[in-house]
């Protein structure tokens, strides 16, 4: 009888140890899976269908981003933008972009900036990409309304 037991004992013991092994392979399994379902759900910027229109408090920096192919305008010749130009309603500046990742579905690549937002009501914003004193044809508009900040309420109003 007492053979048994220690046998029971045993066998009961490897159970555990292997049950112990069992969860942490499903534990790390089931990471895995999360962690490459989040990767693979993350679409590239330039592979979605942007906002067409915004609003930016007035003097607030906001940020702005295109995408460019990186090709001529034929859409055949590999080039290189060499500085973009930011219209609002249709008065151009240079703006510095900063080149971000490329979309291995799209070919397209990010490009992100800062504007600050110069007054209150519309600002028809478009970009263009230039190379070789060669500038690109504008972007379809995005509609940035520049709001005027409202001041918070005020507290703790006292009279004596």
Do not use: W
Not at 24 to 41: K, Q, T, W
């Amino acid at each position: 009888m007492v053979l048994i037991i220690g046998q029971l004992t045993q066998t009961s013991s490897s159970v555990q140890r292997i049950e112990e092994r069992m969860k942490r392979i499903l534990l790390c399994l089931s990471f895995l899976l999360c962690c490459s379902n989040s990767a693979r759900a993350q679409t590239h910027y330039c592979d979605t269908t942007p906002p067409t229109s915004g609003n930016g408090v007035v003097g607030a920096t906001v940020q702005v981003q295109f995408c460019n192919d990186g090709k001529d305008s034929t859409g055949t010749v590999p080039v290189i933008p060499t500085s973009f130009t930011l219209y609002d309603n249709n008065v151009g500046a240079s703006i510095t972009m900063t080149k971000g990742t490329t979309s291995a579905v799209s070919g397209k690549t990010v490009y992100t900036g800062n504007y600050i937002v110069p007054s209150a009501g519309s600002h028809s914003l478009q970009s263009t990409a230039t190379i070789n004193s060669k500038e690109s044809a504008k972007s379809t508009p995005f509609l940035l309304t520049g709001i005027t900040p409202t001041p918070s309420v005020p507290t703790n109003l006292t009279a004596q």
